[in-house]
């Protein structure tokens, strides 16, 4: 299980990664780029797909065809769990070094959504209070993985229901 989790996961990563930096490169480069939250969730959620597929190979090739749900859903967590941690690491690094001021085209970028006086006011109270938050490397951290894991986890909770098999 381990190394499958590894493998699955660091593929997974390594794509998280290379649409993370798609983006946020758009968005540092253009704060008017319409952005869309429902489209970056469904793009996140077939990426984390390769949980299904690890699971179903982890089952298929290691297990002779049969998985218990909580063995499923560990295998599905732990590459979940292997991909939002090369996630965060390539983030720390790639805001840390590439794109310091990043909260700051952020803050512009969501300013820029806004559509009337009180909403920019209340948006621009929003935005300070997440910056100064995001001066923690601790913070940092956090809601960098509370963007990723929790589709992976329910992700992995979906696949080890559908691919529970019990010995004949």
Same mark, same amino acid.
């Given at each position: 299980?381990? *190394?499958?989790? &590894?493998?699955?996961? !660091? #593929?997974?990563? $390594?794509? &998280?990664?290379? =649409?993370?930096?798609?983006?946020? =490169? ?9 952005? =869309?939250? !429902?489209?970056?969730?469904? /793009? ?9 597929? @690890?699971?179903? =190979?982890? *089952? ?11 063995? $499923? ?6 590459? $979940? &769990? #292997? $991909? ?7 983030? !720390? ?16 970028? #969501? !300013?820029?959504?806004?559509? %009337?006086?009180? +909403? ?10 997440? @910056?100064?938050?995001? +001066? %923690?490397?601790?913070? /940092?951290? &956090?809601?960098?993985?509370? +963007?990723?894991?929790? #589709? ?5 909770? /979906? %696949? %080890?229901?559908?691919?529970? *098999?019990?010995?004949?």
């Amino acid at each position: 299980m381990k *190394r499958n989790a &590894l493998i699955f996961g !660091l #593929v997974m990563g $390594a794509v &998280l990664c290379t =649409n993370m930096i798609i983006m946020v =490169n758009m968005l540092y480069n253009n704060p008017e780029f319409k952005s =869309n939250d !429902l489209l970056g969730y469904v /793009v996140m959620v077939v990426i984390f797909s390769l949980i299904f597929v @690890g699971i179903r =190979n982890y *089952r298929n090739k290691d297990l002779g065809g049969t998985i218990s749900f909580r063995k $499923a859903f560990k295998t599905g967590f732990f590459i $979940a &769990l #292997v $991909a939002s941690t090369v996630y965060v690491v390539v983030w !720390l690094f790639y805001y840390y070094l590439f794109v310091p001021d990043f909260i700051e085209k952020y803050t512009a970028h #969501v !300013l820029h959504q806004c559509t %009337s006086e009180a +909403e920019i006011a209340t948006k621009t109270e929003e935005m300070e209070n997440f @910056g100064k938050m995001y +001066e %923690s490397p601790f913070f /940092v951290i &956090l809601i960098t993985y509370a +963007e990723v894991l929790p #589709v992976g986890v329910i992700v992995a909770l /979906v %696949s %080890s229901i559908i691919l529970k *098999r019990k010995e004949a």
